[in-house]
């Protein structure tokens, strides 16, 4: 594999997420861990563009990492549990049982997500830490400046630190309460791998990957929460499209997108998930979320989307969620049914002129109402939001096509 920056980045960001988890376990401290995976990806920079990259990288950077943080533990002549607990690396004694949690960064995930710190100081740090996404990303998730996130993130490592939060299994009754910090955590990891931020790859796989893996785990492990499978039913209908996403490096919008190309055992089984979740009869916004991808996937054509239902199902989610995020998505189906005008009265209303896709939105129905000087300034104003390069480069040639 070849050695260059950008490869031992990608290998690096692909990593991050089990390599942080597995310090943590270790170490239980997420500051260590943390200091210790910047340091091993350092140390892969200086060695990797010219020996290559390893045929195990998570292997080289897990143990560069461990190493790197004994010997933090060593200047700090920390002779405690910790510095006894960095020597368990070389003890290949089975572990002991890991309780209903197995999966590494699934713990990591239901741990960041302790009830003592407040709900979008769980999220942004799980984000931070499992997701591997930057200070930036998750900024622009949240729709807050860089420089909030950033202090959202060290104050919630703090209150770990001075709640002396465990990095421990956790136990049967401590996932409920956590479920829904876990379910918001996995959703946006697997959107930020669908419209990436940043120059690079306008879709990480490895991160959609990773959240559909997880949530599977979940599954496994909760296989009675209905929220659980409509958020798997969600993210296995989306990913069933991604291949279709992207074309000579342009997004290809829902509508226009080869439905052959799509994967239909996905959305057979994205399909299964939503009529089981319809028999609970116990719906949340995960579910709900699935019924409407379930509704587009059904359709052979775009023509042929039952718009009516999608729209009744975002009236149910409204009740659930009546955030202006989801009233953005509302007043793009109305458009279908009661056409741009009507649409474009209720995303006027909506406090997001800092969210790239409000603009996006309103920038197609001006286009479509032929307001076209207006639909040019909404296009720019959408360019000039959004980070995804394949996003911007159909956002451009959607505005040339304007005379």
């Known amino acids: 594999m070849p050695g260059g920056t950008a490869a031992v980045e990608r290998v690096f960001r ?38 290559g990259v390893p045929p195990n ?5 897990t143990i560069t990492a461990g190493n790197r ?12 549990a910790k510095h ?134 979940l599954r496994r492990l909760l296989p009675e929460e209905p929220e659980v499978a409509g958020l798997l039913g969600l993210l296995l209908l989306i990913e069933a499209r991604r291949e279709a996403r992207v074309r000579n490096g342009q997004l290809v919008p829902l509508g226009e997108q080869d439905r052959v190309g799509w994967h239909r055992g996905l959305i057979a089984e994205g399909h299964d998930l939503v009529r089981e979740c319809l028999a609970i009869n116990r719906p949340g916004r995960y579910q709900i979320l699935a019924a409407i991808n379930a509704v587009h996937t059904d359709a052979p054509n775009a023509s042929d989307t039952d718009w009516s239902q999608v729209v009744a199902l975002y009236d149910q989610l409204t009740r659930l969620d009546p955030s202006p995020i989801v009233a953005l998505n509302r007043a793009v189906a109305v458009a279908e049914l009661d056409g741009p005008k009507v649409a474009l009265t209720l995303i006027d209303r909506l406090p997001l002129t800092g969210y790239h896709a409000w603009h996006v939105a309103r920038a197609d129905m001006l286009r479509r109402l032929g307001r076209t000087a207006e639909a ?6 959408a360019i000039a939001a959004t980070q995804n390069s394949a996003e911007r480069a159909y956002l451009s040639r959607k505005r040339g096509e304007l005379v």
């Open 57 to 61: 990288p998570g292997g080289w950077l």
């Open 376 to 381: 040019k300034d909404s296009y720019d104003a």
């Open 84 to 217: 006894q607990a960095a020597f368990m690396h070389y003890d290949d004694t089975p572990h002991e049982p890991t309780g209903p949690v197995e999966d590494d960064r699934l713990r990591l995930l239901f741990t960041c997500c302790h009830p003592a710190l407040a709900p979008e100081a769980r999220i942004a740090l799980t984000l931070r830490l499992l997701g591997g996404l930057t200070v930036p990303e998750i900024a622009q998730a949240f729709l807050v400046p860089e420089t909030t996130m950033a202090q959202r993130i060290t104050r919630a490592k703090k209150k770990i630190a001075a709640a002396k939060v465990p990095y421990r299994v956790p136990e049967g009754a401590d996932l409920p309460e956590r479920l829904g910090g876990v379910l918001a955590v996995l959703f946006l990891v697997f959107n930020e791998g669908y419209l990436a931020t940043g120059d690079g790859d306008p879709v990480r796989a490895e991160l959609t990957g990773e959240a559909v893996r997880l949530t599977r785990v």
């Open 69 to 80: 943080a004994i010997d933090r533990i060593r200047r700090e002549k920390q002779r405690d």
């Open 14 to 51: 692909e990593e991050y997420g089990r390599l942080i988890a597995s310090l943590v376990r270790r170490f239980g401290d997420i500051d260590i861990a943390e200091e210790a995976a910047g340091e091993a990806l350092v140390a892969a920079l200086e060695k990797w563009p010219e020996s």
